[in-house]
């Protein structure tokens, strides 16, 4: 996969994801196929092409998807340069930028896929949870373009398409499998019993992985963002150095608990300054990240032997960590189950992921109607349709 990069004056990174053939994401020639078919309307197997946006947090992004999988355009515009100095997301500063960006990632998101809106079948947006200051900018911008072209609008819930970033590579992957969501914000062991149908089998009782990441990081001074630091660390450090807790919960054995880690390395930390020793971050690092690991792949391939599912697979940004994606591999590999997991730049924000869940909801008949607001804390799983045109 090529990342096409460039840095604006702002300090906001502008990036185009473009394909090669394992990618899934679809090339020069398959493009120009796409958009021969594009303009044809959405009946039963007529391709369908779905112009997708995000900004539910500190990423804007928008990309052309077409039948839920191939993507033909996939543009990311990151704001985390400007949220470093202040060691996390500023939310105001989110939307303003947002506001700022979101028509020229839509454009180049277009001109990338070799579309025009003419060509859209379906406008999809993340509408929740997130920051709702940021997720209305997409639902604006969707909205808007949904009413001016007279296209259908289909509003996705952001950790549904985490779990569809899955499909994009892997072909053959449909449910029912396990998935294993690990971000920012949340933690959950999920069966996808069919498209957009989630049992929730586990979830953290306090902070998310991604969370526990960034919080570490920050205490062992590697700043923000966490989760990637910790992981380059870690790579230099020796995961035995400590022993951090694991949690198990008795009566919830697919439940995470990160907090009492967390204060693990908290307290070890004040030990080290008060006793003057000096504090070895990559150490440090590789033993919290073990910790991590461990707990969230012992239980997604306990998971998936007793609940009967021979694949898994992870999403969320933390899903992009070498290490759990390497124990993850080895775990699955001796115990028969297939393993799926995105492409770092997949397992991010990006917009690719919601016209992937998208499909499948519009093929299911799922349409929002123009009054479609921002969800900050939308459930996972429980169907919401106060937003449906057609309940
Ligand atoms: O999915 P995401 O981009 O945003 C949310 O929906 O929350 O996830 C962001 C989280 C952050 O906490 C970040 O530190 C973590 O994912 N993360 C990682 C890695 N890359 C991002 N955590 C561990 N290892 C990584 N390589
Ligand atoms: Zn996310």
């Known amino acids: 996969m090529q990342i096409d990069k460039n840095v604006e004056n702002d300090g906001v990174i502008f990036m185009s994801i473009k394909g090669d053939d394992k990618s899934g994401v679809e090339t020069g020639a398959t493009r120009a196929?796409?958009?021969?078919?594009?303009?044809?309307?959405?009946?039963?197997?007529?391709?369908?092409?779905?112009?997708?946006?995000?900004?539910?947090?500190?990423?804007?992004?928008?990309?052309?998807?077409?039948?839920?999988?191939?993507?033909?355009?996939?543009?990311?515009?990151?704001?985390?340069?400007?949220?470093?100095?202040?060691?996390?997301?500023?939310p105001e500063i989110a939307s303003r930028k947002h506001v700022e960006k979101i028509n020229g990632c839509i454009r180049a998101?277009?001109?990338?896929?070799?579309?025009?809106?003419?060509?859209?079948?379906?406008?999809?947006?993340?509408?929740?949870?997130?920051?709702?200051?940021?997720?209305?900018?997409?639902?604006?911008?969707?909205?808007?373009i949904s009413f001016a072209q007279?296209?259908?609008?289909?509003?996705?819930?952001?950790?549904?398409?985490?779990?569809?970033?899955?499909?994009?590579?892997?072909?053959?992957?449909?449910?029912?499998?396990?998935?294993?969501?690990?971000?920012?914000?949340?933690?959950h062991l999920v069966v996808v019993k069919d498209y957009g149908e989630y049992e929730i089998i586990g979830q953290t009782r306090d902070d998310a992985a991604g969370e526990a990441f960034d919080k570490v990081a920050r205490a062992i001074?590697?700043?923000?963002?966490?989760?990637?630091?910790?992981?380059?660390?870690?790579?230099?450090?020796?995961?035995?150095?400590?022993?951090?807790?694991?949690?198990?919960?008795?009566?919830?054995?697919?439940?995470?608990?990160?907090?009492?880690?967390?204060?693990?390395?908290?307290?070890?930390?004040?030990?080290?300054?008060?006793q003057g020793q000096e504090l070895d971050q990559a150490d440090v690092a590789a033993?919290?990240?073990?910790?991590v690991v461990e707990v969230l792949v012992s239980h997604a391939i306990k998971a998936c032997k007793e609940y009967g599912y021979d694949k898994l697979a992870i999403a969320g940004g933390v899903a992009s960590n070498t290490g759990l994606r390497e124990l993850m591999?080895?775990?699955?590999?001796?115990?028969?189950?297939?393993?799926?997991?995105p492409s770092p730049v997949l397992c991010t924000d990006n917009a690719a992921m919601?016209?992937?869940?998208?499909?499948?909801e519009y093929k299911k008949g799922v349409r929002f109607g123009l009054d479609m607001n921002a969800v900050p804390n939308l459930p996972l799983g429980d169907r919401e349709r106060r937003f449906h045109a057609n309940h």
């Open 109 to 144: 998101a277009l001109s990338e896929a070799g579309v025009t809106l003419e060509d859209i079948d379906v406008v999809a947006v993340t509408y929740g949870p997130g920051l709702v200051g940021a997720l209305l900018v997409g639902v604006s911008a969707a909205k808007a």
């Open 150 to 187: 007279n296209k259908p609008l289909v509003g996705v819930h952001h950790i549904e398409g985490h779990i569809s970033a899955n499909f994009i590579e892997n072909k053959d992957l449909e449910p029912p499998f396990v998935c294993l969501v690990v971000s920012g914000g949340h933690s």
């Open 329 to 341: 591999e080895k775990e699955c590999a001796s115990n028969g189950i297939r393993f799926y997991r």
């Open 354 to 360: 919601i016209g992937a869940a998208a499909y499948y």
């Open 33 to 90: 196929a796409a958009s021969d078919s594009a303009g044809s309307s959405a009946s039963e197997g007529a391709d369908v092409t779905i112009l997708a946006i995000e900004s539910s947090c500190d990423e804007t992004a928008a990309a052309v998807v077409r039948n839920g999988r191939e993507v033909l355009s996939n543009i990311i515009s990151s704001q985390i340069a400007l949220h470093t100095i202040y060691g996390g997301v500023v």
């Open 287 to 291: 033993s919290f990240q073990k910790a």
């Open 221 to 274: 001074g590697l700043g923000y963002p966490g989760g990637p630091k910790i992981d380059k660390a870690a790579k230099e450090g020796n995961p035995d150095a400590f022993t951090f807790p694991q949690a198990q919960i008795p009566d919830a054995e697919y439940d995470f608990s990160f907090s009492g880690l967390k204060s693990s390395v908290l307290n070890y930390i004040n030990q080290a300054k008060m």
